[in-house]
């Protein structure tokens, strides 16, 4: 399975500013993905990240809020955008490769807008 | 309907037991089965994942698939505290590659 660093591991940040979270991989990967998990819930996928292309975002999700970049098939980036207290939670990177493999998780970001 | 339910519990076994936890699922073409663990504060780690009906053993651990009811279980034996954690079910649904998550479901394994 997939080793994944993801970086950093927690961070308190100012409203209205922008925080980017760096995820990388040990080896190439079909799939990457963003979560969201809030105190005491389960996970909420917020986007799939593409190599090469556009993010493709899940149902309450928008690029402006959340941009991802994904250059290559080891490395993706979320960057939280205009924060506010909403925002506080555990971001985490996923990955793996495809069907059939199971999919791993980065050790997670945990976010406090303040 | 929930896509993937899980009973949230609290579950609670005595340690040396055998702890079952189950989840059922509503997209009946859905190809892929996960278990993962999570330990308070930490990120999901993969236990197993199941593809085909019937069982599937890891050490103390068994995933049993049942695609013609819609369900997926997780059996752990010989139970220890260190078991104690959440346990989340994941499913691939038909046509995509991404992991739909049940609310999952907290065990506690008593000494």
């Known amino acids: 399975s997939a080793v994944i660093s993801q970086k950093p591991s927690r961070d308190i940040c100012q409203r209205g500013t922008s925080l980017t979270i760096q995820c990388q991989v040990d080896s190439q990967v079909t799939m990457m993905f963003w979560y969201r998990q809030q105190p005491g819930q389960s996970l909420t996928l917020i986007a799939t990240a593409n190599q090469g292309s556009e993010a493709t975002y899940e149902s309450g999700f928008v690029i402006d809020k959340f941009p991802i970049s994904r250059p290559n098939l080891t490395f993706s980036t979320l960057t939280v955008s205009n924060m506010s207290p909403e925002d506080s939670s555990i971001y985490l990177c996923?990955?793996?490769?495809?069907?059939?493999?199971?999919?791993?998780f980065g050790s997670g970001t945990r976010l406090t807008v303040v | 309907q929930k896509e993937v339910e899980q009973n949230s519990g609290p579950l609670s076994v005595p340690e040396g037991a055998i702890a079952s936890l189950n989840c059922t699922y509503s997209d009946r073409g859905s190809q892929s089965f996960f278990w993962y663990r999570q330990y308070s504060g930490k990120s999901p780690e993969l236990i197993m994942f199941?593809?085909?009906?019937g069982d599937k053993e890891d050490g103390r651990f068994t995933a049993q698939l049942n695609k013609a009811s819609q369900y997926v279980s997780l059996l752990i034996r010989d139970s220890q505290p260190s078991d104690s954690a959440t346990y989340l079910c994941?499913?691939?649904?038909?046509?995509?590659?991404?992991?739909?998550f049940g609310q999952g479901t907290r065990l506690t394994i008593n000494p």
């Open positions: 994941a499913v691939i649904p038909q046509g995509a590659q991404k992991l739909v």
């Open positions: 996923s990955a793996g490769a495809g069907l059939g493999y199971g999919y791993t």
């Open positions: 199941i593809y085909s009906n």
